[in-house]
């Protein structure tokens, strides 16, 4: 018993252990995704490419998905923080694991793309490191998804949905908001405060990076992809390009950062980082797709510049063609550069986006919707508020986001625990459920003799029993549960109509060659019609599991027996609180598979381990609590009417003192009588519980 008990506790600590990795890494990499929605856009878009269906996917889909992956992630995070949501959040997550630890193999064998951007910019990882990270993730995913009923809930169900739904409804703000904005938190080598030269310094002796080009062109409607080697003549018409790792080496936060004026030629960078003046960068990285939406305050900000003096170049990476509709469209009259798409992306999450330079230091960065206007720009920019350098704390950013989920998160908890919780204990003591005090079912008392008495004291036991009750006819059904050896003689000599007799278990095998084993069979032809499976002591010192309670179940009720079925925790587990969860997966392992019409066969009884022959009892109160639990989960599984007709009896140190009290309990609906049985009067004093 000891044994499976520190079993049990090492399996606990490990599916709450593998339940807080998946929160914690799937809230960061959701929060981070809902931080950069563009970023994860774009990383999706690289995978489309690199499979060949990049220009097959409509312009919404990635961004769509983008915004969908944040969002369940963030929120599956938290459903495994709290423990709620068990069936869907492991089901899910384990899906997805199923699905992203095999691409992510292949993406590590074959490295179409350079890193996966599971999460996004914040921590970027390599293929392989992705790989083995999904591994361990998938192991613990499916540990949870095995064994569910132990993850710890913290919350009632009642309030599951609601938490469900404020939880989505944060991810898919924030991430709308960040989209709609600048990320509130920028991972990006261009953030505000750097120095663009000094982030491109490379050491003499440092080993450089090798990267492959590719490059899709496109000729007749044909798109096809070529590198350095095989470029083609310039009937070929440029699409794209991609850039993939090929040996790592030394790299600077910014390699790739350059700049050549469309006009002339010329490659520009080293002009615009070495500007003592401030200059603007307005990023438009495909400027057939930029919004235009602003596009005059884009041309006011640009006549300020040439007022006042200072710099101001469009960089882009699309086609003369494209950049002249833009000006057709737009009257632009400012200069253009051309500069790698990707360094683009990279520079600024917004299309167009503006960047505020001075001597290569990021002053400033404006999503288009954001732009300065009038106001801001009412003089020199030395002199204005715009033209410092703006302070960023990311700590505070983080501290707000979090206070922003956590605080209305908090609230809802507090009112689960001082309102909800309350409220249901409440009309638990009140009594007020009329389906529960118009009962529907049967009440019983059992008594279970275990291994005591010979034959022969068996049988004066049961007759002194059979003639108690034959004076005084009871007000519930009583069950005598006997050894083996007594079950035909006992139910030959009572009034069977009267006393029901129970086998204390049967074999979970139909028959054949098992030596001292019992079948269904061989208990139903002795006259019994019922049998006491599950027990707590057959479960601790015979090690019997859910698999093989379910077979027994089934061989009894196919036997025509009714089977009284036993559930219940150790004292470690009520002390942890974790008693829902047992009582749960006892009856889940063993008895949620059955059809409705076999299930409105059985009898339950309820036994707190920790309260038998310890000295410890239950009270009322959390008799009726646990009972409570017990049928609510029955509702869930079969509905009201079967779980109203459902007799669940109390086997926890039951006894004449306390039967009445315990009994009066709505959920309550008799006793499964240990020692107390033993003696007709004490067992008869249970009985009259029912007749008070």
Known sequence: METKKLQNRILDIWINLCRFLLGTVLVFSGFVKAVDPLGSTYKIQDYAKAFGIGSSLPDFLPLTLAVFLSVFEFSMGVFFFLGIRKKSTTILTFLLMLFMTPLTLYLAIKNPVSDCGCFGEALVLTNWQTFFKNVVLFVAAFSCLAWKERIIRFVSEKMQWLIALYTVAFGLILSIYCYRNLPILDFLPYKIGVSIPKEMEIPKDAKRSIYENFFILEKNGVRKEFTLENYPDSTWNFIDSRSVLKEKGYEPSIHDFSINEMKTGDDITEKILNDKGYTFLLIAHRIEKADDNDIDLINEIYDYSVENGYAFYCLTSSRDTQIEQWRGKTGAEYPFCFTDDI???????????????????????????????????????????????????????????????????????????????????????????????????????AGNWKMNMTLAEGMALANELNEILAKEKPNCDVVIGTPFIHLASVAAAIDTNMIGVAAQNCADKESGAYTGEVSAAMVASTGAKYVILGHSERRAYYHETAEILKEKVKLALANGLTPIFCIGEVLEEREAGKQNEVVYSQLAGSLYDLSVEDFSKIVLAYEPVWAIGTGKTATAEQAQEIHAYIRSTIVEKYGQEIADNTSILYGGSCKASNAKELFANPDVDGGLIGGASLKAADFKGIIDAFNA
Request: charged residues 25%.
């Open 343 to 445: 360094t683009l992306k990279t520079i600024i999450r917004s299309n167009p986006g503006l960047l505020l330079l001075k001597n290569g230091v990021i002053l400033n960065k404006w999503h288009h919707s954001n732009l300065p206007d009038e106001y801001a720009l009412s003089g020199k920019l030395d002199k204005l508020e715009v033209g410092k350098l703006k302070y960023v704390d990311d700590r505070h950013t983080i501290l707000l986001v979090v206070l922003w989920f956590v605080i209305p998160l908090l609230f809802v908890l507090g009112v689960d625990i001082l309102v909800v919780k309350r409220l249901d204990k409440k009309k638990k003591r009140n009594l007020i459920n009329p389906l529960i005090n118009k009962k529907m079912r049967k009440n019983i008392v």
